[in-house]
T-cell receptor, first 113, second 115 residues
């Protein structure tokens, strides 16, 4: 089955620690995205990547970093510089270069303790 | 500045009746619009989309209407079913250069269908 897999589903982090969220897709999509959802805030774009070894900042990139070494994988690191990291994180992928729907993973709930 | 607005945070509808969810946008460069459905602690799932060259698209119980002059779109669900209870997100797509299209989401409307 083709799809997007995010892991883990739940993640707890101590303050001051970096943590990496995994996102893998087997849809053969070039474009991949990371969004953050907070209550009443909708989905806000953190980072996106259109091709391997290239990525751009979204609207709320501060305190986050990404890499895109493989087409299938787009991990997100939440660094200690992120002031309010507790949120629901969603990864998505999409065909590049055309208007189509984006497909989402099941999300990772990150809680800072 | 919010470019995609869903002004109703919640909506309650009786089972079997019509649900109408609304969305307004400000960026006239948006040329493709989508609706997603989301359950708690899950990723959004795609429902239906519409290109800016159309004013209506229908898929089963779901119909999306686009009014470009008013920068407004709506999702109609007929008849509404209890399983439709979820948060619905409106999204708009725009070309941002170098083969890249960006999706901007509204804040969502929580639909409750009452049996």
């Amino acid at each position: 089955d083709g799809g997007i897999t995010q892991s883990p589903k739940y993640l707890f982090r101590k303050e001051g620690q970096n943590v990496t969220l995994s996102c893998e897709q087997n849809l053969n999509h070039d474009a991949m995205y990371w969004y953050r959802q907070d209550p009443g805030q909708g989905l806000r774009l953190i980072y996106y990547s259109q091709i391997v070894n290239d990525f751009q900042k979204g609207d709320i990139a501060e305190g986050y970093s990404v890499s895109r070494e493989k087409k299938e994988s787009f991990p997100l690191t939440v660094t200690s510089a992120q002031k309010n990291p507790t949120a629901f994180y969603l990864c998505a992928s999409r065909v590049r270069g055309m208007n189509t729907e984006a497909f989402f993973g099941q999300g990772t709930r990150l809680t800072v303790v | 500045d919010q470019q995609v607005k869903q002004n109703s945070p919640s909506l309650s509808v009786q089972e079997g009746r019509i649900s109408i969810l609304n969305c307004d946008y400000t960026n006239s460069m948006f040329d493709y619009f989508l609706w997603y459905k989301k359950y708690p602690a899950e990723g959004p799932t795609f429902l239906i989309s519409i290109s800016s060259i159309k004013d209506k698209n229908e898929d089963g119980r779901f119909t999306v209407f686009l009014n470009k002059s008013a920068k407004h779109l709506s999702l109609h669900i007929v008849p509404s079913q209890p399983g439709d209870s979820a948060v619905y997100f409106c999204a708009a797509s725009v070309y941002s250069g170098a083969g890249s299209y960006q999706l901007t989401f509204g804040k969502g409307t929580k639909l409750s269908v009452i049996p």
